[in-house]
């Protein structure tokens, strides 16, 4: 049997198959085109068959490299995307911008994009600032000077990384490069309720707590004893709360110095006034009443501190939820290449809070310039040195016990006593000859 | 599960897929358009389904494989976006039944429902919406003696019919927080009335439902309170529907290939061609697949995957039938053209609830940081 043929209409593109036929005109299948009657109509424009030509089935019409990639002209709607309106978003679209006068930028921000930093907040209720002195700059303001587009009060849920889309809670977005600047959240823990206890890792988190302060002293318990915790319970301290310090470890900023250090700090605390309660672990905290129950076991031992406001400062983690839609990779942060900060996709990049380097996350302001710079340039196709990553010198901001740590200090390595005077405790870790870390605390 | 056991569960979902990918091109393609626009009620077709073990792989005692059950939906789904949209009906209502307390639900009416020898939906579109905040509560339930009695008027609800049923909620008393979940049956005391003619997808069974003091037989409950319920259904509630999603997308790449011989060479012009489709489409495939190995998971951030694989879902369903129908041009806006159609579909798809809207407020709402009152 003569294998089957098609004929197409040279009209409308209508195929008529021998093997189907056309029903409807009255064609049963296996109708030869030859055998179709001349009224017969094209069912779907209604020409004749006259109108038809054999219908051969072209060689693969599209082939790799004649096609025009029209996926890259439409992702480039925006030449960069930025995820996160803190310090680190900010910073790299203002290095795009001062590169790149005309690069199409987008800065999607849950929060409303206002400039502050962040260290202050530790240090605000002692110096009575406020929303105007914390603030040094509108989001919406910034953004129209630097001719960049800000989505704020806009959470970004996923990224496509084939297709280059963003898609967040306002529409989804084509990039050319992504910049995850998204930050850390602080860790939570089922005993520390969310509804109960308060978390300052922005602005806004510290406006209403600040609000919730009110005017009139209060008790004040902060849970983690780290460099924030340390910096908050001062701060209170100082501006005239009744303050508890609540740590894990038997001195504060267990884990980071030595504890010497630690117990030094410890006690000019206690000596400012704060109720610093060390090797003591939270169970869990209610809130029958008015007043906010801290139930802890310290030193073995079940205890209750009754407070007013409880705070929070048991560390940072990175949200990985959008970094892993896209199937990056991720430690304890997003995996960044350390010379370039590109992650695990091609145009994607992360700076700041969110991101592991060498398994690290590093979360201080210092580096972030220096990231942002980077990124601004390779996504720009500008030529740089690449990012050489330093670990900042960590700081307590504090008055009754200022400490400064410098270098890689390693906490399984000992210390050793450099000066130790009532005045000042300098210490250092050695490997060979080269001082490797250095403490300082007055 | 050993290997063994694992290769014959393989091949027994490989056997199902084909024999829903028969029934789709076969007797269902036949019938697309009287469907779509005629408003034909395939239940004929559900009842095949459901004898082929179509309509609940995702059950419990069919190994809880919603994965599957996303693939069956997705391959009906290809030829028909109404009649997938069908099995989302009765599947999410085998949830319901599943979980009700009572066997004559979860046992005797759950097996029949399981192989489409009876037909019901779901009714939660707007409790839905009201545990949202989205809108208000339709139906108000008043406890009686041996039950509720129940009142309300509810819009539109689909695969339903004299002699069927769906599952449905209320607020006790008005009153928030007391919900109950219960099983609505069409069997006279509920009065349905025909919907306005839609632009398309008319074969749904879609009517309106207006009850005046429904009596509620206890044993009907399904939930109460039913809020526990509700959490614990939400997510695979939302995450079948990738099946229609996924379904209409392949349909619409299936549209531009088979014009891409004689239209490839203008066609290469457009955007969304169908080989970039297809890799979107099957990244999306992947993530949904790899959600419903997981169906039960209640941390806020699965269901925020689960919400937004489900926009995602919309979006692709949207710009891939735009792009078939600029694909095929004016064969493609045929009234009986399949593109044309599937442009109402993903459109369907897209504003059903969860809404491309809605599902972006809930998802602001779970990224947005707790703070103390």
């Known amino acids: ?63 790799a490299g004649t096609t025009p990639d029209i996926s890259v002209t439409a992702r480039s709607v925006w030449d960069a995307v930025i995820v996160g309106g803190g310090t680190a978003g900010w910073a790299v679209a203002e290095r795009l911008r001062a590169l790149s006068p005309s690069a199409r930028i987008a800065l999607v921000t849950g929060c409303a994009g206002d400039l502050y930093a962040k260290p202050q907040l530790s240090v605000a209720l002692s110096r009575n600032l406020d929303a105007t002195s914390l603030c040094q700059g509108q989001g919406a303001d910034t953004a129209a000077g630097m001719g960049i587009t800000l989505m704020g009060g806009t959470f970004a849920s996923g990224i496509d990384p084939h297709a280059h889309r963003l898609r967040t809670t306002r529409g989804t977005l084509r990039y050319g490069a992504l910049v995850l600047a998204q930050g850390a959240q602080p860790v939570r823990v089922p005993s520390l309720p969310a509804d109960l206890v308060w978390r300052v890792n922005s602005l806004s988190a510290w406006l209403r707590l600040r609000r919730s302060i009110g005017d009139t002293p209060r008790r004040i318990v902060l849970v983690g004893a780290g460099l924030v915790g340390c910096e908050l319970a001062e701060d209170a301290a100082t501006a005239g709360h009744t303050v508890t310090l609540i740590g894990r470890g038997p001195y504060p900023l267990d884990g ?50 009754e407070a007013d406001i409880v705070i929070a400062a048991i560390g940072l983690e990175t949200n990985l939820h959008l970094a892993h839609t896209a199937g990056l990779d991720t430690d304890n942060g997003i995996v960044v290449e350390p010379a370039t900060l590109r992650t695990s996709q091609t145009d994607i990049y992360a700076l700041g809070d969110c991101i592991s380097i060498h398994g690290q996350p590093c979360r201080y302001i210092g580096p972030i310039a220096a990231q942002a710079d980077t ?57 060979g000859s080269a001082t490797t870390a250095r403490l300082e605390v007055s | ?294 169906p039960a998971e209640t941390d806020p951030s699965y269901l925020l995957d689960v919400l937004d694989v489900r926009a995602h879902g919309s979006e692709l369903a949207l710009r891939a039938s735009q792009s078939a129908l600029l694909h095929q041009g004016a064969r493609g806006y045929l009234s009986t053209a399949a593109p044309q159609r599937r442009v109402r579909e993903a459109q369907f798809v897209a504003i059903v609830t969860p809404a491309i809207k809605h599902l972006r407020l809930e998802m602001a709402r779970l990224m947005t940081e707790e703070l103390p009152a």
């Open chain 1, 1 to 63: 049997m003569i294998p089957y043929r098609k004929f197409i209409c040279r009209v409308c593109g209508w195929i008529y198959d021998e093997a189907l036929g056309d029903a409807d005109g009255g064609l049963p299948p296996g109708t030869r085109f030859d055998d179709i009657p001349d009224d017969w109509a094209c069912p779907l424009c209604g020409v004749t068959k006259a109108d038809f030509e054999p219908y051969v089935l072209p060689a693969a019409a599209v082939t």
């Open chain 2, 1 to 294: 599960m050993s290997a063994r056991n694992m290769t014959q569960a393989v091949q027994a979902d490989t056997s199902l897929l084909q024999r829903v990918d028969e029934i789709a091109r076969g007797p269902l393609a036949a019938i697309v358009t009287d469907i779509d626009l005629n408003g034909h009620y395939p239940l004929e077709i559900l009842r095949t389904l459901g004898e082929a073990g179509a309509l609940a792989p995702h059950l419990q005692r069919n190994g809880a494989d919603f994965g599957l059950a996303i693939q069956a939906m997705a391959t009906v789904s290809r030829q028909c976006g109404a009649t997938g949209f069908l099995m989302w009906c009765h599947m999410v209502c085998g949830l319901y039944l599943e979980k009700a307390p009572n066997s004559a639900l979860n046992m005797e009416l759950l097996s029949t429902h399981a192989l489409g020898h009876s037909f019901g939906g779901t009714a939660l579109s707007n409790p839905m919406k009201a545990l949202a905040g989205i809108e208000r509560m339709a139906l108000e339930a008043t406890p009686a003696p041996g039950g509720y009695r129940v009142s309300g008027v509810l819009p539109w609800v689909s695969h339903i019919a004299p002699g069927q049923y769906c599952g449905a909620m209320a607020r006790i008393d008005g009153q928030k927080g007391r919900e109950i979940l219960f099983l609505l049956r069409f069997d006279g005391q509920a009065t349905l009335r025909p919907c306005p003619h839609f632009s398309g997808m008319e074969g749904t069974s879609t009517w309106s439902i207006r009850l005046d003091d429904y009596f509620l037989p206890a044993h009907d409950v399904i939930a109460v309170p039913a809020q526990p319920l509700v959490s614990v259904i939400k997510a695979p509630f939302i995450l079948l529907q990738a099946g229609m999603a996924a379904g209409v997308v392949q349909g619409c790449i299936d549209s531009m290939l088979e014009v891409e011989p004689q239209l490839g060479h203008v066609n290469r012009f457009l955007e969304d061609r169908p080989d970039t489709m297809q890799a979107e489409l099957d990244a999306f495939t992947q993530r949904a697949l790899k959600l419903a190995r997981t």
């Open chain 1, 375 to 431: 990124i601004a340039h390779e996504i720009l196709g500008l030529r740089h040195a690449g990012y050489a990553h330093q670990p900042p010198k960590v700081r307590l901001k504090s008055r009754v016990a200022p400490l400064e740590l410098t270098g890689t200090p390693d906490p399984a390595a000992p210390w050793e006593v450099v000066t130790d005077t009532t005045e000042r405790l300098v210490m250092q870790q050695r490997r």
């Open chain 1, 256 to 305: 980071l110095v030595p504890p010497a250090a630690g117990r030094r700090l410890g006690a000019r605390l206690e000596h400012a006034g704060i109720h610093v309660m060390n090797d003591t672990f939270v169970h869990n905290v209610t809130k029958p009443e008015r007043t906010v129950g801290v139930n802890v076991v310290t030193s073995g031992h079940p205890a209750l501190c």
